[in-house]
T-cell receptor
């Protein structure tokens, strides 16, 4: 079993939809959680960085962490075609990032 | 502020050869990490350097090695290349060197082994 599980999708939604992306993890030692966005042929770009359980909002993006359930989510409101990318959850422990498999998202006009 | 730069961007090698990839972190960043990304395994941690010392290491064979210079630039070397080494190799830099630092990625070097 992988330490971080993420549904690879692909996920296809119409423009304006609310997108929900999720990851589960098995190691309770993970304390810091991130979401990265990766466009084709580019490196991952940091979207959100959270530590505590609860919600963190940044524009159209909301990151949610539930440490008791070992579950993290990223919500994208009013999705746009420019949001089409691969979304990777990641967790840091001892300077090492452990990534989920990534979810491929397509937002069609 | 300039981002993380990696050279070369693309590389084609044959089995048995060796390759060296280069990474220049964001100015002022002292930590550099390397990752391998493949369709099957996703993003996997190779190693991390801080102040010219390897601080963390992933589960890769000894054919994969790296180093960091006094200006924080880093190189990664893969010897005796295998077909399975074909991947996107990503470098990430962190700021103050805390193990919980946000890591910023470069565009990657795409290595193809024939």
């Amino acid at each position: 079993q992988k330490e971080v599980e993420q549904d690879p999708g692909p996920l296809s939604v119409p423009e304006g939809a609310i997108v929900s992306l999720n990851c589960t993890y098995s190691n309770s030692a993970f304390q810091y959680f991130m979401w990265y966005r990766q466009y084709s042929r580019k490196g991952p770009e940091l979207l959100m960085y959270t530590y505590s359980s609860g919600n963190k909002e940044d524009g159209r993006f909301t990151a949610q962490v539930d440490k008791s359930s070992k579950y993290i989510s990223l919500f994208i409101r009013d999705s746009q075609p420019s949001d089409s990318a691969t979304y990777l959850c990641a967790m840091i422990m001892g300077g090492k990032l452990t990534f989920g498999q990534g979810t491929i998202l397509t937002v069609h006009p | 502020k300039a981002g993380v730069t990696q050279t070369p961007r693309y590389l084609i090698k044959t089995r048995g050869q060796q390759v060296t990839l280069s990474c220049s972190p964001i100015s002022g960043h002292r930590s550099v990490s390397w990752y391998q990304q493949t369709p099957g395994q996703g993003l996997q941690f190779l190693f991390e350097y801080f102040s010219e010392t390897q601080r963390n290491k992933g589960n890769f064979p000894g054919r994969f090695s790296g180093r960091q210079f006094s200006n924080s630039r880093s190189e990664m070397n893969v010897s005796t290349l295998e077909l399975g080494d074909s991947a996107l190799y990503l470098c990430a830099s962190g700021g103050s060197g805390r193990t919980t630092d946000t890591q910023y990625f470069g565009p990657g070097t795409r290595l193809t082994v024939l």
